[in-house]
């Protein structure tokens, strides 16, 4: 299977380049920020790399209902999170170690806009 196998050695050439870590570092902060900057101050922002976790719960009600609400939005605008914590009040964001600053970056205005 060529196909296949062209693919696993663009992803083998993808995985081992240097500058890869550092960017994918640089696109959480940026992202992370972009978020806090935009985001009532009871909202908190943290993560590593590009996963990253908004939590609700010093929001009113601890936020669960909030937390709800955004994702649904958020599903209906094609950005997949999901809740997690033990109350299911924060929002966990995984976005693929290879996107592009302007995907990212559009993500990031359609959680703010989640948010109104």
């Not at 009113?60 to 609400?69: D, V």
Request: some cysteine; aromatic content about 4%; overall charge neutral.
């Amino acid at each position: 299977y060529p196909l296949a196998c062209r693919i696993a050695i663009e992803t083998l050439e993808i995985l081992q380049d240097k500058k890869l870590p550092e960017e994918i570092e640089r696109k959480g902060i940026a992202f992370r920020n972009q978020l806090r900057t935009q985001l009532a101050p009871e909202i908190t922002v943290d993560g590593v790399g590009l996963a990253s976790c908004i939590s609700l719960e010093n929001l009113p009600l601890s936020g669960i209902k909030q937390a709800y609400a955004i994702v649904k939005s958020l599903a209906t605008q094609g950005v997949l999170v999901h809740l997690t914590g033990p109350m299911r009040n924060r929002i966990a964001l995984i976005p693929s170690l290879l996107i592009s600053d302007p995907s990212l970056e559009d993500s990031a205005k359609k959680i703010i806009q989640a948010f109104g």
